[in-house]
């Protein structure tokens, strides 16, 4: 594994954040995380279009271009010398006495690691997982994936504790997102899942899930759903970057079908994209 902190390669454990680093005092900045299978970042120019949108979404001005970014992460992965790896990349608005308004001239800094995937056991995504709901309290542009995850660490948290792989956002009973997935039901054949407005991240997976939909003639409804729909779908999954396809097994006392046909379907088309 291997770390970039503002102009050069570290080592993981470096002691190189100053105290003034935005990132730190105020969570002033923005991520990523993308995949790496076999020696290649999976779906790259999307994240970094997204991670480009989050800039612009909170004014601030990305230190390098982003030729130079996909190098750096070239350059990373070299380096680590890993084939299955996870990279993150945060821009924080930089180092600066602390004040509330952005330092100007803008100083951007650039952080990024590259470590070993984490594999999901495959038995673990036959079984799926346990998930439960929780009130969402978040702001209302998580479309921005921004470095402010204090509600998303704390329901992660709360699920953990309650033995559940993830916790679900819903607002007014209305199924948004998990802490660090999207979710999707499938009912009477239909792919379900909130629509990308303001108040959810994009995923790129969700968005390739979507995709691959549309190649298996599933018809997907981009529309909001409650919680009740969600107890009562005939099968159920989130999504992210290191996730992939997860199944969910149960969602709060509610135990979902065993059999999952369409899920087992987008599985396999996924799976053949890397
Ligand atoms: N999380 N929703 C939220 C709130 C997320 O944080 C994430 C990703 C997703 C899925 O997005 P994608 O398919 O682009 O990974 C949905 C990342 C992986 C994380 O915070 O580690």
Not at 197 to 210: E, F, N, S
Not at 216 to 242: C, G, W
Not at 244 to 263: F, G, H, W, Y
Request: charged share 30%; with cysteine; net charge negative.
């Amino acid at each position: 594994e291997i770390a970039y902190y503002k102009d050069a390669f570290v080592d993981m454990d470096e002691k190189v954040v100053p105290i003034q680093e935005r990132a730190h005092q105020f969570g002033d900045g923005i991520y990523e995380v993308i995949r790496v299978y076999n020696g290649k970042p999976f779906f790259m120019k999307e994240h970094l279009t997204r991670l480009q949108k989050s800039a612009d979404a909170i004014e601030l001005q990305l230190p390098y271009s982003m030729k130079e970014i996909e190098s750096l992460c070239d350059e990373g992965l070299k380096r680590s010398g890993l084939a299955d790896a996870e990279i993150y990349m945060q821009i924080s608005r930089g180092i600066h006495p602390r004040q509330h308004f952005y330092p100007d001239p803008a100083c951007s800094v650039f952080t990024m690691t590259v470590k070993q995937a984490k594999v999901i056991p495959e038995d673990l995504r036959k079984q799926g997982v346990k998930v439960m709901t929780t009130e969402d309290v978040r702001w209302k542009n998580c479309y921005i994936k921004s470095l402010n995850l204090l509600p998303n660490v704390m329901a992660k948290q709360k699920a953990k504790v309650n033995d559940c792989e993830e916790a679900i956002f819903h607002e007014d009973g209305i199924v948004k997102e998990g802490c660090s997935t999207n979710v999707f039901v499938i009912k009477d054949e239909k792919l379900y899942t909130y629509p990308a407005l303001k108040g959810i991240l994009h995923g790129i997976t969700r968005q390739i899930i979507l995709d691959l939909a549309a190649d298996l003639e599933i018809e997907a409804v981009e529309e909001p759903f409650d919680v009740n729909f969600l107890y009562d779908a005939d099968e159920a999954f989130i999504s992210s970057t290191n996730m992939e396809i997860m199944p969910i097994r149960q969602v709060d006392d509610a135990k979902l079908p065993s059999n999952r046909p369409l899920t087992v379907k987008l599985i396999e088309q996924f799976q053949k994209l890397y």
